[in-house]
C-alpha cells in the first residue's frame, strides 16, 4: 500500500512539474558545460526531471537480480526445510516400525519359550 502512495505521488509532482513547464516556454540562457546556450525554460525544468527518472528507473532495475536472487534462497531454504522435516518424519516412521517388528518378533520368542 505504501509503495501504490509513492508511486501515486511520484506521478502527482511529474505531471505537476510537466505544466509548470509547459506554461513557462520562454528562453532562458543557460550555462550547460562552460557553454552559454539558450534554451526554453520548460526544457530546463521537465529536462533534469526526466533524467532523474530515468536514473532512478535504472538504479531500480540495477536492483531486481540482487532481489530475486534472494527471494530465489529463501524460497531454496524453505523446500529444504520442509525436505528436512519429511526425511525425519520418515525416519521416525521407520524407526516406529522397527520397533513394532521387534515387539512383535519379541512377543512371539517369549510364546514359543513358555510352550
Given at each position: ?68 536472487s534472494e527471494k530465489r534462497q ?35 520368542a517369549l510364546g514359543k519359550s513358555?510352550?
Amino acid at each position: 500500500m505504501l509503495l501504490r502512495a509513492g508511486v501515486v505521488g511520484v506521478w502527482i509532482v511529474f505531471i505537476v512539474t510537466g505544466m509548470l513547464a509547459l506554461l513557462n516556454s520562454q528562453a532562458v540562457p543557460v550555462m550547460l558545460l562552460g557553454a552559454r546556450i539558450e534554451a526554453p525554460l520548460s526544457a530546463v525544468i521537465f529536462g533534469p526531471l526526466i533524467v532523474g527518472a530515468l536514473a532512478g528507473y535504472g538504479l531500480e532495475l540495477a536492483k531486481r537480480p540482487k532481489i530475486q536472487s534472494e527471494k530465489r534462497q529463501l524460497e531454496w531454504a524453505a523446500q529444504d526445510a520442509k525436505l528436512i522435516a519429511e526425511v525425519k518424519s520418515d525416519r521416525e516412521k521407520q524407526l516406529e516400525a522397527k520397533i513394532a517388528t521387534l515387539e512383535a518378533a519379541l512377543k512371539q520368542a517369549l510364546g514359543k519359550s513358555k510352550s
